[in-house]
C-alpha cells in the first residue's frame, strides 16, 4: 500500500488511468462535482457585489435544546455569546468580511472545484474572490491566518503560478510567527477572552502555511516555528485515549494555565471537530519533516477517531461525548476534514488501506442525499448539517464553508489515489 499510495501522489492519473475496474459505477462523484460546481457559481454570482464571502446559514437555537445536548442548566450560559438572529435573516445566507477566520475557505473551493472539474468559469471566480483576501496580508490579529490564506493564495500558487503570490503567503506567513512565544514555543490563537496565551487545537491547521514559506524561500525558520508548536501541543491538549482538549491556555514560563473547551460540550468532552484538526494537522506535520513520531501520533489519533465514532454512516455527533438522542446534530465539517488528513495518512503506512476505506465510507455519505444539497438549494453551499458551536448556539446543524472545501479537498485526494479523471467519470 504505502509504495503503490506513494507513487500514486506523483503520477496518479497516468498511472492509473487504466486500473479502474469497467464495472465501478463513480456516477456518485459525477453528481457530486456537478454539484458542487453548479452551487459554487450560483454562491459566486449572487455574492460577487457583497464584497464579502460566503459563510453559513443565519438560523436561531432553542435554549431547552441547548441544555439538553450541554446536560448544563442554562443559569450557567454565557448569554452574551448567545445572540439570536433578527428573524428576518433567519434562513438566509450568512456572509462575512475577509478577516473572518473562514474567508479563505470559498476561494479554496473554486480552486478546488477547477481543479477536479477543468472548469474554466470555476477558476475565473476562484481568481476573483482569492483577490478579494489580498488586504489579509497586512493582518496579525489571528493565528487562523494560514486558513484564511493558504486555503486561497495557497491553491492559487499550485494551480495558476503568479510571480505576485508567494509574496502574499510569505507576508502572511511572517505575520503568523510574529505570533510565535519562543518561551511559551507555542503561536498564540487568539486576542480575545479570558485566557493569559490561548492555543486551540485548530492551529494545527496553521501550520501548512509555515511549511510553504519555508518552501518558498528557503528560510528554515517558518517550519522550525511550526513543529516547536506541534511538539508543545503534542504533550498538553492530548490526553492519554487521544482525545484532545480544545483550548490550552500557557502562562508566560511555558507551563499551562488550564485547559477548557470553547465550542464542544464540556472541557472535557472530545469535539468532534477537534480530534479532526489533530489527525490533519500532524499528518502535515510527517508529510514535510519525515519524522515518525508526527506519523505515530497521526495514527494514534486516526484510530481513536475511528473507533469512537459509531454511527452508521462515520459522520460523527458534534462531540463524542453529546448524549445521542434524535435531535442531536451531526458535524459533517469534521468528516470531511477526517476524510482529507486520512487519504494523505493512507499514502504513508503500510496499512494505508483501512483509513482510505474509512475515508471513502465518509466521503460517499457526505456524497449521498443525506448530506449533499439539491442544486439551487441549501443557499447555495454544497453539504448539508455541519456544526459550528452549539456552545455558542450558533451554526448547528447548517451548512459551513469549511464544510464545502475539506469536502473537496477529500474528493481531491480521492481522485488521484484512485486514477480518476472528471472527463472519465
Ligand atoms: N476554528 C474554529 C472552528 O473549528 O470552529
Redesign the pocket.
Known sequence: MKLVKLFSFIAPVAFFAGCQPATEDNAWLKHALDTSVSQLRLTAEEIDASGLMPRSIHKGHDVSFLERQLEMDRSLFQDSLRAQPVPEAVGTRRLCKIYD?TSGFFPGSLWYAYELTGNEEMKAQAINFTEKLNPVRHYDGTH?LG?MINCSYGNALRLSPADTIPAVLIETADNLISRFNPEIGAIRSWDFGPWNFPV?I?NM?NLDLLFEATRLTGDPKYQAVALRHADKTMPNHFRPDYTSWHVVSYNNDGTVELKQTF?GKNDDSAWA??QA?GVYGYTSCYRVSKDPKYLDFARHIADMIMSRVQTEDAIPYWDYDAPVTDETPRDA?AAAVTASALFELSTMVEDGQRYFDYAEKIIKSLSSPAYLAKPGENAGFILLHST??LHHGSEIDVPLN?ADYYYLEALQRYMKLKGLSYAEL
Open positions: 477566520w487562523d486558513f486551540i485548530d491547521m465550542q471537530r477537534g484538526w465539517s459550528g458551536s469549511y
